[in-house]
């Protein structure tokens, strides 16, 4: 697997419900974030967690990291038809690159 | 609130002229990115910059391009003669230390006729 893949690669849930997404990792990190893109769209950052974090809650969103299993988690409380975008987890590694994954598609069904 | 800026959103260009892709960072940063994504596909690296010279490229960043801050506040991508391959979102991106969040531009779609 490559750095930075995310899982699912898509995803539909309904409007309410919780949305996990999945993001691992192969070499060692510096921090992780999470980017939402709309369809055709530039990249809106959610959440920076670094690499001595375990947590970090924004609103709706928790993401978690996991460093022993290189892996991370984002989660969607209470999904809305607006949060229908596609979701990436970038890494930064020790130098000055930072990756993304392939990202999931997540749809919002009313 | 500061943001990035990108001009064009939109340029088309024949295959072999050279374009010049424009950023404006947010005027506080230090290290500046550039990232292409082909339709469909992720967002790759193509190169970093700080202090005026670039620290750190991608495989994609080959002889064709180049990259200059010419003016302490325009940050530049240029792609000398550009292949239909080239097509593609680019975004650039900037953050004022090395370990805070990447803010990034709208993004420039070029497309290679």
């Known amino acids: 697997s490559q750095q930075g893949e995310e899982d699912p690669q898509a995803l539909s849930i309904q409007e309410g419900e919780n949305a996990t997404m999945n993001c691992s990792y192969k070499?060692?990190?510096?921090?992780l974030q999470w980017y939402r893109q709309n369809s055709g769209r530039g990249l809106v950052h959610l959440i920076l967690?670094?690499?001595?974090?375990r947590e970090k809650h924004s609103g709706r969103l928790r993401v978690t990291l996991d460093t022993s299993k290189k892996s991370s988690s984002l989660l969607i409380t209470a999904s809305r038809a607006a949060d229908t975008a596609s979701y990436f987890c970038?890494?930064?590694?020790?130098?000055?690159?930072?990756?993304f994954g392939k990202g999931t598609r997540l749809h919002i069904l009313p | 609130e500061p943001e990035v800026t990108q001009t064009p959103s939109h340029q088309v260009t024949q295959m072999g002229q050279e374009v010049i892709l424009r950023c404006v960072p947010i005027?506080?940063?230090?290290?500046f990115y550039w990232y292409r994504q082909i339709l469909g596909q992720k967002v790759e690296f193509l190169v970093s910059?700080?202090?005026?010279?670039?620290?750190?490229k991608s495989e994609i960043f080959d002889d064709q391009f180049s990259v200059e801050r010419p003016d302490g506040s325009n940050f530049t991508l240029k792609i000398r003669s550009t292949k239909l391959e080239d097509s593609a979102m680019y975004f650039c991106a900037s953050l004022p230390d090395r370990g805070d969040t990447q803010y990034f531009g709208p993004g420039t779609r070029l497309t290679v006729l």
């Open positions: 967690i670094r690499s001595n974090e």
């Open positions: 970038a890494t930064r590694i020790m130098d000055d690159k930072i990756i």
């Open positions: 070499t060692s990190i510096n921090n």
């Open positions: 005027s506080n940063h230090l290290y």
């Open positions: 910059f700080y202090n005026n010279e670039i620290s750190e």
